[in-house]
């Protein structure tokens, strides 16, 4: 049966190959095959004599036979071919960008990478059997207390792609990497950072739509790899692993505790680390909201407090729309009184405005929009939107501004107000929470 365009290749790790290297493993992607070993040493590199950092190099070499037509041994030619030179060099990159090397001591692990047979993909098998095999090593050494701690801070995945007859296409076997216009290697961990990127336009060049795609398609077939890596590895080097891993932190743009808590909340479920504006003395920092629109008033502030802290920040922008009142209050619904305390006040303004109103003329909807905005100056909105109905009477403490007076329209709710709600429940439904799923989908696939 033939694979499709998207699909990856069948691949199979085999741990424990060998018998006297720390680390060893067979992969096998269809017809390619890798001997992958992590062998330690217990010295480094002039240059990083009595510093207590480690090395991780690799060594690359195909067998004479693992091709069609056999190769001459790099021993016989007295010299390491070109190609074989630069991808050990990629394997030593890639593996080294996953390990703390401060943890690791002044000890080098060799990893040898020795292509059996090759059906196309050995240097991205190569990496993914590489990371198998030292991680494999340095559990030896973290078992044996030779390390006092586990040094891999995330797992880490390569794969081709290439553009055959005309259609991108995944993991490409020798046959379709000799025809493609198009040819590309892409290296990744598993939080979704890119290690490596090489494209050649080997006949065609290639769009920027194009290069976008390959990203996307690559990243599919980099996590199915490193599922099978976890797998392999098992759940106690994994759970090492995960636990070196750094987080995600997001500053959360907002001094109103009720808003910071819901976000928490969320990011929570996304193991992200939300950090306050107190976390960088930004409590006092006022921004004047210019805009005239949900989304740029929260643009607005998520540029300006990215700039201030230096980190990825999320600010955002809502407010409560009611048709009765020609969409008011809209971007104003906290100024919507001047009077204190606050939420009282326009929950009572609101009522007296909608006297007279029936159930099905106080349709309203509340509004969240969502500005993520990087140091680097890109930024994306994300806007979730509750439909629902203004009720008659304030119901229920949970919650704030006009939790109490907002009836969504969702199974979920039951005819309760937000402020009749749990937070948990409140969570699954509210405009925050649909602008937050939006988020979450887009750092997903970004």
Not at 70 to 79: L, P, Y
Not at 128 to 135: E, R
Not at 185 to 209: A, L
Not at 363 to 385: M, R
């Amino acid at each position: 049966m033939s694979r499709q365009k998207n699909q990856i290749r069948k691949v199979k790790f085999t741990t424990n190959f060998t018998k006297y290297a720390q680390g060893s493993v067979l992969i096998e992607t269809e017809d390619t095959k890798v001997i992958c070993t992590a062998s330690v040493e217990e010295k480094v590199p002039p240059f990083l004599k009595n510093t207590g950092n480690g090395w991780i190099s690799a060594e690359y070499s195909m067998l004479p036979s693992a091709t069609k037509q056999r190769k001459i041994r790099d021993s016989v030619k007295g010299k390491i071919d070109g190609r074989s030179q630069e991808i050990q060099r990629l394997i030593g990159r890639a593996i080294r960008n996953v390990v703390d090397l401060t943890k690791l001591g002044e000890r080098t692990i060799w990893i040898d990478c020795d292509v059996i047979q090759a059906d196309g993909g050995t240097r991205t098998s190569s990496i993914n059997g590489a990371f198998v095999a030292v991680a494999l090593a340095l559990k030896h050494l973290y078992d044996k207390g030779i390390i006092k701690e586990y040094p891999v801070k995330s797992f880490v995945g390569a794969i081709s792609a290439g553009i055959v007859n005309g259609e991108r296409t995944l993991d490409l076997n020798y046959f379709q990497d000799s025809s493609a216009d198009v040819d590309m290697n892409i290296v990744m961990n598993d939080i979704g950072e890119f290690i490596e990127i090489q494209g050649t336009g080997e006949k065609n060049p290639f769009s920027m739509n194009d290069l976008n795609a390959f990203l996307s398609l690559c990243k599919s077939g980099i996590d199915e790899i490193i599922l099978l890596q976890k797998k392999t590895l098992g759940e106690e080097i994994t759970n090492l692993i995960e636990n070196n891993k750094p987080k995600k932190t997001f500053l959360i743009g907002t001094a109103n505790s009720h808003k910071l808590e819901e976000i928490q909340a969320i990011l929570d479920k996304f193991d992200i680390v939300a950090k306050s504006l107190s976390d960088f003395n930004l409590q006092d920092d006022d921004v004047e909201e210019t805009g005239t629109t949900f989304e740029e008033n929260a643009l607005i502030k998520a540029r300006h407090y990215c700039k201030a802290s230096g980190v990825p920040t999320i600010c955002d922008d809502s407010g409560i729309m009611v048709d009765a009142l020609d969409g008011a209050p809209g971007i104003y619904s906290k100024r919507f009184t001047n009077e204190e305390p606050r939420d009282k006040k326009n929950n009572e303004k609101m009522l007296k405005l909608l006297m007279g109103k029936t159930s099905d003329e106080r349709t309203a909807q509340f509004i969240c929009t969502l500005a993520l905005v990087y140091p680097d100056g890109y930024e994306h909105t994300f806007t979730g939107i509750s439909k629902g109905k203004i009720g008659f009477e304030e119901k229920g403490s949970n919650g704030f501004g006009y939790d109490p007076l907002f009836i969504a329209d969702d199974e979920v709710a039951k005819g309760l107000t937000n402020g009749q709600l749990s937070p948990e429940l409140k969570n699954k439904i509210s405009h925050r929470a649909r602008a937050l799923e939006k988020l979450n989908e887009f750092l997903k696939n970004n």
